[in-house]
């Protein structure tokens, strides 16, 4: 203590000498700023408690006298570093076990001590180092009726607790209370743990409480506001469990409340559910016009506190607008006309001249115009609008904001797309050529190139490619692998000229050939061979390149394949004869990797079917030692075979054997599959037919284009010029579909649902309303490598999409594929995984049934007795009911029965029977078209014993299925469903469309075969 | 350490021999309901120092410390003139440094960079007016207040309440709760 005070003065005193410290900081234009100040350190007695400030300026004291590292006050650097971090950790472990002592002793803590040690392992962990106990002192904390306590306890959990520990029961309680203790500030601290946890159990506990607290008339505003942001977090973690309901419509009218904070936090809410349910919230668009054109309009002092920097509600703005984003233009003509003024206002209150000079104000100002211009271009509609948006960025690109421009490069890319602003954003090509040339921020000058990429089309081609092509020699290592793809896909898609093609690809290769994957040359290579109009010059072309003294590999690949295919059409030429060629490749044999030699040899044995004059000097070369004897196997196999090949074989056959490669497939480009894959989803501007039909150039000789796709090179590089054009599609042959282990995913999501001796399939998947998504995990048991490994998947009704997976598995290891499942509306079908693979050489086909049932899609319902009883009830159309008795095989066990009922899907509903060894389950099957409510009850009867008992049952008991058990050892198991139209169980009358669709599964749930243990005790049967 | 624990019973429920973990950074994809806004929220030093965290997305512990070791050593080896955001990893980073402080949010691609740099300055505002003047060591002694603030501010990524006044109306609030109840306590316990 005594050696900081010594310090704090001496730091003053320094820290007033060279005050000017943090003065040069960028934040210095704003007007605000971190000053160096040493903070006021509260004496004791002091009314804030400041708990921890002992333990904390112990421990900066160490840090600060050692470690020049623990703030600004960095008087000393001559301190070590090494020593600094043990004193702390030292100091730590003192105090950590200091305060485990005092948890573990037998003295009940008071709470202030309880908070003081909680807090001090928080800042503890803060500092990142490990906490490992303590949460349970944290948690006593929530039931402290003292504000501070609580808060500390909350804060802790907050920060500590993941969101699947063991205690969150007892927080959940601690929570609980708090909400029902009607203490607004109890209740937002409560809230606010809500949304920084925000973990499933959570959203099981209080999503359906938390819309209560939102709408109800008494709630204090600022209540409303975190009720309503801790729903929104709720509902991203766990979408299924928050209830839609008539709260819905509340909600949306709370765009009109009177608290534009409360309106604020809304917005956030209603954006996030109407994502997901565009329909429900359809009336927020007329609320969120009418709010922001009202905002727009308003003075600037009108909205008070809100106003920032003179902006208007600058948060709300963006937050309206974002919402209207999930909406198409507003059909009614009245709003839309509102919605386009006040978007011109924006528009033109970006002219006029600025309120302030603070930074803050323009930002906020131009975060609400880009949100303005993103919804312009989302809605797509007012070319008046869109020119404008373009014209209003161009001005920004030259703006002296690194962030402006930054941002206006960003936002024009995605103008471009856009036909009708696509000319307008074209006139800026120069500027954008000057930004890739001048700004000094790499992450700026890759927002101009893919600015050019994305406004790039037939008239802008060639410049655009040429403009990339010399930045490329400049550009940052870090984004020369893109370029390098977008000027191959540029190239490619604009060329009239298909030399001009050849030309920049070579350039490419020259200028960046590092970075040139193997996608780029092969595709050089695909367009070559596909087109005889350039096969002539591309010959001549890589002839004299090859002819530099050093040229990269890939273009001695790109050479020995062309020559080795056209080396004919250059071969009139005295300069470029059969030998000179063949010496020029072979010049560069030496220097080449194993791979490309490969490919060489190919070349040459190429060479002897086209020129018969240098047969000699070829079988020379291959049999030479150094070819013969090679190392490499893969070398040597193709020297010994070219060479017998070309002795044994007649000219003949030989010209067949070595025939001209045929054209190939047409495929998607390879390369833009790459640079999807490289970018991410949606960063890159479509560039596909609309656009090209706005530019009024579509050609018929163009539509090949896209052509073919070679599979990535095999690693030995041995069988290029064979599988360049194998196919993996091979029709899978008629193989049996593996459902051995599919019951026993009926109740469970996770598990092994395939394994043979070369290959375990695992599965793990979950599942939110409609959706489902399934990891697939394939293992490799074997020790040698899966190859052209593919899967596919076929499903009759469900909406099934695989992302690709890559076609080699090695030995031992693991690959996971994700599918992403949509049930559109109810099925009976599984999905069918065909596997595909080769295996030592045998092509091995696998087809498995995917455990996609429709009660996947269940989601629970929580009723109450009452309500259960009468909806029962209504529903006894005989389409509507399922019902089935069988025999217990073996025992009833209550918890069992429970855990199976629940892995159906289903709520399991306590104390609505009135017979307690009854189970009642509810819940809503959820499609894309349809949402179906279902119940489920099943009966029990302990009486009957008799094993053998298979008396017939009375099946149509008027008393069942609340009347009393069945005779005989039965169990019975009866749903009703319906179909519903709106939510929960009140809605139109209808009926299951296929109600023998949901029997399948009910059925299934009772035939579930001996799954370990637990399935075995509910084995049921008819 | 309780995370660990229970990452490691994930496991043991998933039956498969080989189980991938950590693989992929955040759930994306299919779940387009579940766009995240703002994903996480880090206040570093100049040196490099967490001083702040908030995570608006369920992470493990181990990731956390992944993502916030990388970043930090991003944003720092960035020169003072370029441009606040930047693309890293399938993230936009929004980072603005005041003094010896680095604020750095961390948001979807499709968000608005701007609004989020004045997320920035609003807080810094806020403890700016709280602290009055504040500093590094403000937020190191009162970690719990810079805490509760940005509570009041942000709640799951997104803001709750923009007005300075009303935020600060909160916190003093709770301020005065708690000093009213240190008050009693010492009332009562001063005759023993």
Known sequence: ?1022 | MFALVANQKVVIDWPCFWVVLGGSFLPRGVYTVLLFKMQFMLLFSRQGKLRLQKWYVPLSDKEKKKITRELVQTVLARKPKMCSFLEWRDLKIVYKRYASLYFCCAIEDQDNELITLEIIHRYVELLDKYFGSVCELDIIFNFEKAYFILDEFLLGGEAQETSKKNVLKAIEQADLLQENIDFQMRLFAAPS
Not at chain 1, 324 to 335: H, I, K, S, T
């Open chain 1, 1 to 1022: 203590m005594f050696d900081l005070e010594v310090l704090v003065t001496t730091e003053r005193e320094r820290s007033r000498k060279r005050g000017g410290l943090a003065l040069g900081d960028p934040a210095a234009s704003s007007g605000l700023r971190f000053k160096n100040r040493r903070p006021e350190v509260p004496a004791s007695g002091d009314n804030k408690v400041k708990i921890c400030h002992c333990f904390i300026r112990k421990l900066l004291c160490c840090s600060v006298r050692l470690n020049p590292d623990a703030t600004f006050l960095s008087g000393g650097g001559s301190f070590k570093k090494g020593k600094s971090k043990e004193a702390e950790i030292k100091r730590i472990n003192k105090e950590l076990a200091n305060i485990r002592s005092k948890f573990k002793g037998d003295k009940a803590l008071d709470g202030y001590s309880k908070k003081k040690y909680v807090c001090k392992l928080l800042f503890i962990f803060l500092l990142g180092h490990d906490i490992d106990f303590g949460h349970m002192e944290a948690v006593n904390l929530l039931s402290s009726n003292k504000y501070t306590e609580k808060q500390i306890g909350y804060l802790f959990i907050s920060v500590l607790v993941n969101s699947n520990s063991d205690l969150i029961r007892l927080i959940n309680n601690g929570i609980k209370n708090d909400l029902a203790s009607r203490n607004p500030t109890f209740m937002n601290l409560a809230l606010h743990c809500i949304a920084n946890v925000g973990s499933r159990e959570m959203a099981e506990a209080f999503a359906s409480e938390i819309p209560r607290v939102l709408v109800a008339g008494d709630t204090m505003d600022s209540v409303k506001q975190s009720a309503a942001l801790c729903l929104l977090r709720l509902n991203r973690t766990s979408p299924d469990l928050v209830p839609m309901g008539e709260w819905t419509t509340r909600v949306v009218h709370l765009l009109n409340d009177q608290h534009l904070g409360v309106v604020t936090a809304a917005t956030s809410l209603i954006t996030t559910l109407a994502q997901k349910n565009p329909d429900d919230f359809k009336t927020s668009v007329s609320l969120a016009v009418a709010r922001l054109s009202r905002i727009v309009t308003s003075a600037s002092i009108d909205l008070q506190d809100y106003t920032y920097y003179f902006v208007a509600a600058p948060w709300l703005s963006v937050k309206l607008l974002r919402l209207l984003q999930c909406y198409p233009p507003p059909e009614d003509a009245a709003l839309r006309s509102r919605l386009t003024e006040c978007l011109e206002t924006i528009l033109n209150k970006a002219q006029e001249p600025p309120k302030s000079k603070k930074v803050q104000h323009s930002n906020a100002k131009n975060a609400v115009l880009f949100e303005a211009i993103a919804l312009i271009i989302h809605h797509d509609s007012e070319p008046t609008l869109l020119v404008r948006a373009c014209n209003q960025l161009g001005q920004f690109l030259q703006h002296r904001e690194t962030n402006l421009r930054y941002l206006a490069l960003e936002s024009m890319c995605t103008l471009a797309s856009s036909e009708f602003s696509h000319e307008a954003v074209k006139t800026h090509m120069e500027t954008v050529i000057n930004a890739l040339k001048t700004e000094r921020d790499v992450s700026v000058r890759q927002r101009a190139v893919d600015l050019l990429y994305a406004m790039c089309d037939r008239s802008n081609a060639k410049q655009i490619v040429a403009e990339m092509l010399s930045y490329l020699e400049t550009a940052d290592y870090s984004i020369r692998e893109e370029i390098v793809l977008k000027v191959a896909i540029l190239a490619e898609k604009y060329a009239v000229d298909y030399t001009w093609y050849v030309d920049t690809i070579l350039n490419l290769i020259r200028i960046a050939g590092d970075y040139v994957s193997e996608e780029v040359w092969y595709r050089v290579i695909q367009i070559v061979i596909n087109r005889d109009d350039v096969q002539g010059y591309a010959a001549k072309t890589v002839f004299e390149a090859l002819q530099a003294p050093a040229c990269h590999e890939n273009l001695v690949k790109v050479g020995g394949y062309i020559l080795g295919e056209f080396g004919n059409l250059i071969a009139g030429d005295s300069r470029s004869s059969p030998l000179v060629q063949f010496n020029l490749l072979h010049s560069k044999f030496h220097l080449c990797s194993v791979p490309t030699r490969a490919l060489l040899l190919s070349a040459y044995i190429k060479f002897i079917n086209l020129f018969p004059e240098v047969k000699a000097t070829i079988q020379d070369v291959l049999r030479s030692d150094s070819q013969l004897r090679n190392a490499d196997v893969e070398l040597q196999q193709r020297a010994v075979e070219y060479l017998r090949l070309s002795c044994i074989a007649s000219t003949d056959i030989l010209a067949t054997v070595l025939e001209e490669m045929p054209p190939f497939p047409e495929r998607e480009s390879s390369i833009l599959a790459k640079l999807k894959k490289k970018k991410g989803p949606g960063k890159l501007p479509d560039m596909d037919d609309s656009r090209r039909s706005v530019n009024g150039s579509t050609d018929s000789t163009h539509s090949f284009t896209d052509v073919l796709n070679l599979n990535p090179a095999p690693s030995s590089g041995a069988n290029l010029l064979i599988d360049v054009f194998s196919e993996s599609s091979a029709p899978a042959a008629a193989t049996d579909v593996s459902e051995e282990n599919f019951p026993r995913f009926v109740c469970k999501n996770n598990g092994v649902i395939y394994e043979n001796q070369l290959l375990q399939i695992g599965l793990k998947s979950e599942y939110r309303q409609n959706l489902g998504r399934m990891y697939v995990f394939y293992g490799n048991k074997t020790s040698t490598q899966f190859l052209s490994f593919s899967s596919s998947v076929s499903s009759s009704d469900l909406n099934v999409h695989s992302k690709a997976v890559d076609p080699v598995i090695e030995g031992g290891a693991q690959m996971q594929q994700i599918l992403n499942i949509e049930c559109v509306s109810d099925f009976s079908d599984a999905p069918v995984l065909n596997i595909q693979f080769r295996y030592g050489g045998a092509l091995q086909n696998i087809a498995v049934k995917l455990p996609v049932m429709l009660n996947k899609f269940f989601q629970p319902t929580e009723m109450m007795s009452q309500d259960f009883f009468q909806r029962w009830k209504q529903l006894g159309a005989p389409q509507q009911e399922v019902q089935k008795i069988f025999k217990a095989k073996h025992p009833m066990d209550t918890e069992v029965a429970k855990a199976k009922i629940l892995g159906f899907g289903v709520a399991l509903l306590d104390g609505v029977d009135p017979n307690p060894a009854n189970f009642v389950g509810a819940g809503v099957v959820h499609t894309k078209t349809t949402q179906v409510g279902c119940l489920l009850r099943l009966e029990p009867n302990m009486q009957a014993q008799t094993p053998n008992g298979n008396a017939a049952p009375p099946a149509t008991d008027p008393s069942f299925p609340f009347g009393a058990g069945l005779p005989g050892s039965h169990l019975g198991i009866c749903s009703r469903c319906r179909g519903e139209q709106g939510d929960g169980f009140v809605g139109l009358k209808g009926t299951w469309p296929k109600s023998h669709e949901l029997k399948v599964a009910f059925d299934l749930a009772s035939f579930l075969p001996p799954d370990g243990r637990v399935c075995e005790r509910l084995l049921l049967r008819t």
